[in-house]
């Protein structure tokens, strides 16, 4: 593995440790608020960034916060043009995950994610390999996850993955197309994460922060 490389992380970490942890620590307060409503606007963000970008998901909330619970198909789609990429189909998976999540559990989503209890894997498969919620692969559901407090998730996306492809941990920085193989970098980054001795919720802020310059969600 790149030595430079990996010498630079634990340089960049000591730097950042405070403010990945402090955005951390804000995503778990989400979690304990128990509130379905941020809950569901947080999966909307994880919908919009998906194909897109972390700073366009957070201006496409802003434009249409008022409106997710509610809002037409017609109404979302008109609100997110110009804001969003892909105003029609992002507006479509919208009122198609709303419609499913009703549904499923009346949009209750603290008591159906306490519903898997130590389960992480179902946990994130729920929302990863289901019909009914659409936009989500195993990226965007890590993402969500993570975002809403929970830990142990990796977030595969281009930046972490070509990070770990320069570093030498990977052979190839494409994004992984099936469930197994994005198992199978997650350990090694699990495992690449013991190594440097940084937590690994930790490691995955700051490997997407060093590529990105901030440390959003």
Same mark, same amino acid.
């Given at each position: ?38 809950? %569901?606007?947080?999966? &909307?963000? &994880? ?13 496409? @909330?802003?434009? @249409? ?34 419609? %499913?999540?009703?549904?499923? &559990? ?44 929970? &830990? ?62 901030? @440390?959003?969600?």
């Amino acid at each position: 593995m790149n030595q430079r490389l990996i010498d630079e992380l634990r340089q960049s970490y000591g730097g950042k440790r405070a403010a990945i942890r402090a955005r951390l620590a804000e995503f778990a307060a989400i979690k304990q608020s128990e509130d379905d409503a941020r809950l %569901f606007e947080e999966l &909307c963000y &994880c919908i919009f960034t998906a194909g897109a970008s972390a700073r366009m998901g957070l201006n496409s @909330i802003a434009r @249409i916060r008022r409106h997710l619970l509610t809002g037409s198909h017609r109404r979302l789609e008109n609100l997110l043009v110009g804001t969003h990429r892909f105003p029609r189909a992002r507006s479509r998976y919208i009122i198609h995950t709303r419609t %499913f999540l009703q549904r499923e &559990c009346g949009l209750r989503l603290s008591e159906k994610l306490d519903s898997f209890g130590p389960d992480a894997e179902a946990r994130r498969d729920f929302f990863a390999r289901n019909s009914g919620i659409k936009g989500i692969g195993y990226k965007e559901a890590s993402h969500y996850l993570r975002n809403i407090g929970y &830990c142990g998730y990796a977030i595969l996306d281009k930046h972490i993955l070509n990070t770990l492809h320069e570093v030498g941990l990977i052979d190839s920085p494409k994004p992984p197309t099936t469930k197994k193989k994005y198992l199978a970098v997650e350990q090694q980054m699990r495992n690449f994460a013991a190594e440097l001795r940084i937590n690994f919720d930790e490691l995955d802020l700051l490997l997407w922060s060093n590529k990105t310059g901030e @440390i959003l969600k």
